[in-house]
């Protein structure tokens, strides 16, 4: 049961376009969600979050919006850099004590073209 | 000055064998975790001490046990290997409350 949905394994940009990545969530406890990048051969790199009490979030040329009704997460990457080339996972979690249980999606493999 | 370290990136063995993976994370952070990418590519969570103490453990095979001598070290071990456990293992750490997870590089294991 996928709790956390990235419903394209793929997309292509043009570089200095906008690249939107989706994530759709099942589980209404989530509260932090978060997107990582990765690069092959290394780990997922933090790229920005949002906790459920916000909308939207902004750092640089990353944006992540939440629309708690509609259970959907997207990230917008403006402009887009052929070294944003990379999988992007959405991730979302609950809290658990002190550790956070971060359920991630299976990942979309953003490729930008120069 | 790695934040997350994990040794060895490449594990090759045979089926029936004991291996360890290691971590180590100089953020201090209070939690670390053991996260598991399986063929179809999704990152699941097996382990999550705090502290040292064990505070998330999903169902995994009791052949698989973490272990941690302090809050910045969580090493991984594997008792009698099968070929199902062929997977990338990516170590993490975090803080309390909303902060991110910090990812070692993984390591990628091999059973044959």
């Known amino acids: 049961d996928q709790q956390v949905k990235q419903n394209s394994p793929s997309l292509s940009v043009q570089e200095g376009r906008i690249s939107i990545l989706n994530c759709d969530y099942t589980n209404s406890m989530f509260d932090y969600f978060l997107w990582y990048k990765k690069y092959p051969a290394e780990g997922p790199t933090f790229l920005i979050s949002?906790?459920?009490?916000?909308d939207k979030n902004e750092d640089g040329r990353f944006t992540v919006f939440l629309n708690k009704s509609a259970k959907h997460l997207s990230l917008h990457i403006v402009p887009s850099q052929p070294g944003d080339s990379a999988v992007y996972f959405c991730?979302?979690?609950?809290?658990?004590?002190?550790?956070?249980?971060?359920?991630f999606g299976s990942g979309t493999q953003l490729t930008v073209l120069p | 000055d790695t934040a997350v370290s994990q040794t060895p990136k490449y594990l090759v063995t045979q089926m029936g064998n004991d291996k360890s993976i290691k971590c180590e994370q100089n953020l201090g952070h209070d939690t670390m975790y053991w996260y598991k990418q399986d063929s179809k590519k999704f990152l699941k969570i097996m382990f999550s001490?705090?502290?040292?103490?064990?505070?998330i453990n999903e169902t995994v095979p009791n052949r698989f046990s973490p272990k941690s001598p302090d809050k910045a070290h969580l090493n991984l071990h594997i008792n009698s290997l099968e070929l199902g456990d062929s997977a990338v293992y990516f170590c993490?750490?975090?803080?309390?409350?909303?902060?991110?997870?910090?990812f070692g590089n993984g390591t990628r294991l091999t059973v044959t």
């Open positions: 949002i906790s459920s009490i916000k």
């Open positions: 001490y705090n502290n040292k103490e064990l505070i």
């Open positions: 993490a750490s975090s803080q309390e409350g909303y902060s991110p997870l910090h």
């Open positions: 991730a979302a979690s609950v809290s658990s004590g002190s550790a956070r249980q971060l359920t």
